[in-house]
């Protein structure tokens, strides 16, 4: 990064007005047809990784535009997997359901596994709609076509991956699943969030070693060997165990971590996403041929980091090592609005509010896109043209997780903005300028009291 790309955000002075003459001419509208991504799709290409982000995990639009790109990368450019910044037993249940393999009699009971807070992230009208389009997609094809996933990458469930583990073991070898159950004891008493280590982690003797008893039984056993070689379905039953074990490991590693205060933290389970994703990559490339995936997620996670201020806390992201990994085979879309509503919570743990979005500081990108007076728009960054040049220098960028700080401008700034180069961090930008919240599905909104007036322990 030059000396000039890290100037200290300054508040807008009329410079801006040449900024958002650029932004003007350059912005494709979305005016809500089935042609408002052509020039995205053009972006796209033959690329096999398609990231698109969102400001927040409780906006309608962010859902439903990425819901409807993604149809459009599965109809036209036959991408085969969606994965999400989902756990991943909760997700496979999900995949199951497309998939027509499981015995879920919708798209809502498919969702039932994310149990855990944020409930509606994923819980929620709109991507219910889409996993039921997933679902009929998936019908229609030919019997021996390529079925479209759904899969997850986050490192949240031990429990529940602790458990698929097992229950993989106990079907196909039994004494293997008597050692990794002995092995997991050190993970007794142990929920899916950080709060059971912040308790036991001065207490209890180091689990790395056990935590990795299940990975290890998984890849040494004969039996194992023997029952993954029977055909396609025992290898993808394999796989997601393996997939499984992989997340015990990790968070262990991530929660212990947390604990002791390092600085790694964020790497670790930005680490483990960016390799869960490429793990699962090979795995379909060796399944079903040339794979494609879309990718589902916060902007914090899949944009450049490198473009950022954590930069200097040598922060990575998902997109960061996706990108450097796969160079222009990966194209990374963010998400920007400026005022309206949104879900989120006041806490950690705590229920579900329709929450009002505060107007964009006016030192902002979003300040800036909405001076433009185009209500939804796209930006184009990866040319060097004048709005990529332009947008490359820092500028204060909004990041709202599953909770929202705002009950002041000040609080809301030093808890959800921070200072970025745009055209570096994406590849592409869709500025929706007003926004809603998303609806958590009513069984969601019933048990954690949705009011109507992330991850832990990012919000992200």
């Not at 796209?44 to 993604?70: D, K, N, P, Q, W």
Request: hydrophobic share 40%; charged share 30%.
């Amino acid at each position: 990064m030059s000396e000039s790309e890290r100037t200290v955000i300054q508040p807008t002075h009329h410079r801006d007005s040449g900024l958002v003459d650029i932004v003007h001419s350059a912005a494709h509208p979305l005016n809500g047809s089935r042609e408002d991504f052509n020039p995205l799709m053009e972006l796209i290409g033959e690329a096999r990784f398609v990231l698109l982000g969102a400001a927040s995990h409780g906006t309608h639009e962010f859902y439903a535009e990425r819901a409807a790109i993604a149809k459009r990368l599965i109809e036209e450019k036959r991408f085969t997997a969606v994965v999400a910044e989902a756990d991943w037993p909760d997700a496979y249940r999900v995949n199951r359901y497309v998939r027509a393999m499981s015995d879920d009699a919708d798209a809502a009971q498919a969702l039932g596994g994310f149990q855990r807070f944020p409930g509606w992230m994923w819980r929620n009208a709109d991507v219910a709609e889409f996993v039921e389009w997933l679902r009929a997609y998936n019908d229609a094809l030919p019997e021996d076509a390529t079925k479209v996933g759904f899969y997850g990458l986050d490192i949240y469930s031990l429990a529940a991956s602790r458990e698929a583990v097992l229950h993989y073991l106990d079907k196909v070898d039994p004494r293997a699943r008597d050692r990794t159950r002995a092995g997991y004891e050190c993970l007794d008493g142990i929920a899916d969030h950080s709060r059971g280590y912040g308790v036991m982690a001065p207490l209890a003797r180091p689990c790395k070693d056990q935590a990795l008893r299940g990975l290890i039984e998984l890849q040494e056993s004969r039996y194992v060997r023997q029952a993954r070689s029977k055909d396609a379905n025992a290898e993808e039953e394999y796989f997601n165990a393996l997939q499984n074990a992989r997340v015990v490991k990790n968070a262990d590693l991530f929660y212990r971590s947390m604990y002791r205060a390092e600085v790694a933290t964020w790497n670790l389970r930005e680490r483990h996403m960016a390799e869960s994703l490429e793990d699962l990559f090979a795995h379909l490339d060796r399944q079903r041929g040339r794979t494609k995936v879309v990718l589902w997620g916060h902007n914090a996670h899949l944009g450049d980091a490198r473009a950022t201020e954590y930069r200097e806390e040598r922060e990575v992201s998902v997109g960061q090592i996706v990108r450097q990994r796969h160079h222009r085979e990966a194209v990374l879309v963010g998400f920007t609005t400026h005022q309206g509503s949104l879900t989120a919570a006041s806490d950690w743990d705590a229920p579900p509010e329709l929450k009002e979005l505060r107007r964009a500081l006016p030192e902002s990108y979003e300040a800036l896109f909405h001076a433009a007076q185009i209500p939804r728009f796209m930006l184009a960054l990866r040319n060097q043209d004048d709005a990529s040049g332009a947008l490359r220098y820092p500028r204060l960028e909004r990041s709202i997780g599953v909770i929202y700080y705002s009950a002041t401008a000040e609080l809301e700034r030093a808890s959800h903005y921070f200072s970025t180069g745009l055209s570096r961090q994406f590849d592409a930008v869709l500025h929706l300028d007003e926004t809603r919240a998303v609806e958590p599905l009513s069984e969601v909104a019933k048990r954690e009291h949705f009011d109507v007036p992330e991850s832990y322990p990012f919000g992200v």
